[in-house]
């Protein structure tokens, strides 16, 4: 069963829609590779000028699903990606991000956020920490931001995320997250795609620099904290529904 919907195709511009509810969308094996598998699609196809990431439900991605997870080298390789797509990637966000869907959000190009959205980096109650998502994460966040947010898995709205740098635009109370994203979509449409694709590479670079230096790092990183006794009660914790033993 795929955890995609169908792309739907609209003057250039391809959606891709997150559709796994039964898991909140989370980041399984098989959804990362779906979704890698559609933006090859859209990099392959010269009518498609710039895409869409959206979702169903009222939650954009919760994190890594921790069932069925993806290989850390192949949740990487889907972050950079989106970064190196030579097509804008636009994220459309109306519902919750958590953990490593605040990677798959940070790699995106543009992102709005309606007043729905709530935002937590929740690795460390868990007993991990937010370590390849760190690499579109870091370069593009206020770090003083990051920093907090990093340590305490506070939870936090989409104004918030805006000033933070985490997303580009927030919506307001009456404000419709489509309309906001007009003059965004019209503006890529109006673009050449070999202008688009040279100005992306400009804005990406430093990203994409921080993909190449320290990727294999935080992938050992990552490893070693999935494997340790803590992230194991805090993991089971979490399933069970219950606190972890250390919480005082």
């Keep these: 069963m795929s955890r995609l919907a169908p792309p739907a195709h609209d003057r250039g511009i391809t959606t891709l829609t997150l559709?796994?509810?039964a898991n909140r969308n989370a980041l399984s094996a098989a959804l990362v590779g779906?979704?890698?598998?559609?933006?090859?699609?859209?990099?392959?196809?010269?009518?498609?000028?710039?895409?869409?990431?959206?979702?169903?439900?009222?939650?954009?991605?919760?994190?890594?699903d921790l069932?069925?997870?993806?290989?850390?080298?192949?949740?990487?390789?889907?972050?950079?990606?989106?970064?190196?797509?030579?097509?804008?990637?636009?994220?459309?966000?109306?519902?919750?991000?958590?953990?490593?869907?605040?990677?798959?959000?940070?790699?995106?190009?543009?992102?709005a956020a309606g007043p729905g959205a709530t935002f937590a980096l929740t690795e460390s109650r868990l007993g991990l920490a937010p370590a390849v998502i760190s690499l579109p994460l870091?370069?593009?966040?206020?770090?003083?931001?990051?920093?907090?947010?990093?340590?305490?898995?506070?939870?936090?709205?989409?104004?918030?995320?805006?000033?933070?740098?985490?997303?580009t635009l927030a919506t307001g109370p009456t404000e419709d997250i489509d309309k906001a994203l007009v003059p965004v979509l019209d503006g890529l449409g109006k673009a050449s795609p070999q202008g688009l694709a040279?100005?992306?590479?400009?804005?990406?670079?430093?990203?994409?620099?921080?993909?190449?230096?320290?990727?294999?790092?935080?992938?050992?990183?990552s490893a070693a904290l999935f494997a340790s006794a803590e992230a194991r009660e805090g993991m089971t914790a979490f399933l069970e529904r219950r606190e972890p033993a250390w919480v005082l």
């Design 19 to 21: 559709d796994s509810p």
């Design 34 to 64: 779906e979704l890698a598998t559609a933006l090859d699609d859209c990099a392959a196809d010269d009518t498609v000028r710039a895409v869409v990431l959206t979702h169903t439900g009222n939650t954009f991605c919760a994190g890594a």
């Design 67 to 111: 069932t069925a997870p993806p290989e850390p080298h192949a949740l990487v390789a889907l972050m950079r990606q989106i970064i190196a797509l030579p097509k804008p990637v636009v994220a459309r966000v109306t519902g919750h991000v958590r953990a490593g869907g605040l990677g798959l959000l940070g790699a995106c190009d543009i992102s």
């Design 138 to 167: 870091l370069p593009r966040t206020d770090p003083r931001a990051a920093a907090r947010y990093y340590l305490t898995g506070e939870r936090f709205d989409a104004t918030e995320a805006a000033r933070i740098g985490l997303i």
């Design 198 to 221: 040279a100005s992306k590479e400009l804005v990406t670079a430093t990203v994409l620099k921080n993909f190449d230096q320290h990727a294999e790092d935080l992938i050992a990183r």
